[in-house]
């Protein structure tokens, strides 16, 4: 094909691209009057926040686990991830587009392992609002009987890991190009015996 037919296939695209970029984005209306964009994308919502916002408004979600099976590994590949099944709760005065519980396993009243993958999708709980979800904290041990398993929000977040917390991390760190080393590694974020 020649250079000229190329033209305006290209041309089209990139109004295309325009025109539904700008569709996307939608006008809110915040509690302090202000008003700001926000794209039809959870992660450009959190763009708003400062860190010290979305650790506040993490502190106010409230995780409680409704039942738990960890004598089975669920998945089909490592690293394999026990069953809980999840309510969530946004107590904030936000909507955050992830949130990343720490789930721990203890066998005989002693923690053998703890995982903070995969995050969980949250950017359709409007403060206020529960969802019960299906949840596979990866970190199964199947040496081990668990017999105890809990989920919580962490209060606090070191510096060091904030790597970890995708709500904490720009939307351009994920799949922007050069930005593999940004995004978190789920294994590197379980720990327990195996």
């Known amino acids: ?11 089209l695209l990139g109004i295309f691209a325009l025109a ?3 569709c996307s984005a939608e006008i809110i209306r915040q509690d302090a009057g202000s008003v700001t964009a926000r794209s039809a994308s959870p992660d450009n919502e959190t763009l ?3 860190p010290k ?3 506040d408004a993490r502190r106010e979600f409230k995780v409680e686990v409704l ?6 590994r669920y998945g089909s590949k490592f690293p394999y991830s026990d069953y809980v099944k999840l309510r969530v709760t946004n107590n904030s005065s936000v909507t955050l587009p992830y ?3 720490l789930t721990k396993r203890y066998s005989h009243g ?8 995969p995050v969980i999708a949250v950017h359709d709980l409007r403060p206020g609002q529960s969802k019960t979800i299906d949840y596979y904290p990866h970190g199964h041990l199947s040496v081990v009987a668990v017999d105890k398993l809990t989920v919580e929000i962490e209060p606090a977040v070191d510096e060091e890991d904030i790597r970890f917390f995708r709500e904490l991390q720009r939307p351009m760190e994920y799949g922007a190009p050069g930005s593999a080393e940004l995004a978190p590694r789920e294994d590197a974020n379980v720990r327990g015996r195996r």
Do not use: C, Y
């Open 1 to 11: 094909m020649s250079t000229n037919k190329l033209e305006l296939p290209v041309v």
């Open 20 to 22: 539904n970029r700008a």
């Open 48 to 50: 708003a926040l400062i």
């Open 53 to 55: 916002q979305i650790i």
């Open 67 to 72: 039942s738990f099976d960890t004598s089975r």
């Open 99 to 101: 949130l990343t519980p």
């Open 110 to 117: 002693n923690q053998i392992g703890w995982s903070r993958a």
